[in-house]
C-alpha cells in the first residue's frame, strides 16, 4: 500500500516538475547541457495527455472485458486525471450501461417470479441469443443468473404466485 501511495506522490510530482520544466525552457534559454540534465531528471514517463501504448491497452481491456460498473468509474477517473476525457467518457458510458443492464436483469427475474409471462418469455429469448454467441445476450444472460443466485425466491411470494 506504501509503495502504491509513493508511486501516486511520484507521478504527481514528475508531472508538476513536467509543467514547471515547460514553462521555463518557453521562457529562458539554457545550454543544451541544463536541458538534457533536467529534461531526464524532471520529465515523467509521458506526458499528461498523452495516450501511450501502455494506457490503450489498459483502456482496451476495460472496454472489452470488465462488467463492473464501480472499477469502470474508477478507471474513468484515472484517466480523467491523465488528460484523457474522451476515453474517461467512454468508460463512464459503459459503465452506465452496465448499470441499466443490471436493473434490467433484476426487472426480469422479479416479473418472471410474480407469474409474468412475457419476462419468461424474454428471460428465455435472451439465454437463446447468448448461446448463439451474441455479446450483449452474454452479458445479460450472466447479470440474470448473477441475480438470481445472489437473491434466492422468497417462498411466500412463490406461494402467492402459484
Request: hydrophobic content about 50%.
Given at each position: 500500500m506504501v509503495q502504491i501511495l509513493l508511486l501516486g506522490l511520484g507521478g504527481l510530482l514528475a508531472t508538476k516538475a513536467w509543467r514547471q520544466y515547460k514553462k521555463s525552457a518557453a521562457t529562458k534559454a539554457k545550454t543544451p547541457s541544463e536541458v538534457i540534465t533536467q529534461a531526464t531528471l524532471a520529465q515523467p514517463p509521458s506526458a499528461p495527455g498523452q495516450l501511450t501504448p501502455a494506457r490503450a491497452a489498459v483502456h482496451g481491456e476495460l472496454m472489452q472485458r470488465c462488467n463492473d460498473p464501480r472499477k469502470l468509474k474508477q478507471a474513468a477517473a484515472l484517466f480523467?486525471?491523465?488528460?484523457?476525457p474522451f476515453h474517461s467518457t467512454a468508460l463512464l458510458q459503459k459503465a452506465a450501461m452496465i448499470h441499466e443492464m443490471m436493473h434490467g436483469a433484476q426487472d426480469i427475474v422479479e416479473r418472471s417470479r410474480a407469474g409474468d409471462q412475457h419476462a419468461m418469455a424474454l428471460a428465455k429469448s435472451i439465454g437463446e441469443q447468448a448461446r448463439a454467441g451474441n455479446k450483449r445476450?452474454?452479458?445479460?444472460?450472466?447479470?440474470i443468473e448473477d441475480y438470481t443466485k445472489r437473491h434466492p425466491p422468497d417462498e411466500k411470494k412463490t406461494e402467492e404466485a402459484a
Open positions: 480523467g486525471h491523465e488528460g484523457l445476450a452474454r452479458l445479460s444472460w450472466v447479470l
